[in-house]
């Protein structure tokens, strides 16, 4: 119940904030444009839907590259941030072992 009502409040807060962010003129007219951008790619994508799965599968296959590309950053990252740190654990265990 507690979740409906958080849902609810969500929504309503922000359809108040969009009809607020309204009142500024140029934001009325970014919205507008906009809105009728997205008219037209949806009526090309209705027009012609082949054209829409290429476009998905475009940006699915970008999306996808740069997340490998990503990864293999990170990972390479970490693998030199691993070299360090065992650099300096042998640093530090050597005067412990001359002391021995």
């Not at 500024?24 to 027009?47: F, N, V």
């Not at 054209?51 to 699915?60: E, K, M, V």
């Amino acid at each position: 119940m507690a979740r409906n009502k958080m849902l609810t409040g969500v929504a309503v807060g922000a359809l108040a904030g969009a009809l607020v962010s309204l009142f500024d003129k140029t934001t009325r007219e970014d919205t507008t444009k906009c809105l009728k951008q997205m008219g037209t790619h949806t009526q090309g994508y209705i027009d012609n839907p082949s054209q829409a799965f290429h476009d998905l599968r475009s940006q699915y296959e970008r999306a996808t590259s740069t997340i490998d590309n990503s990864t293999k950053q990170a990972v390479s990252f970490l693998n030199k941030m691993e070299g360090y740190l065992n650099k300096l654990e042998e640093k530090d265990e050597s005067p412990n072992q001359l002391e021995q």
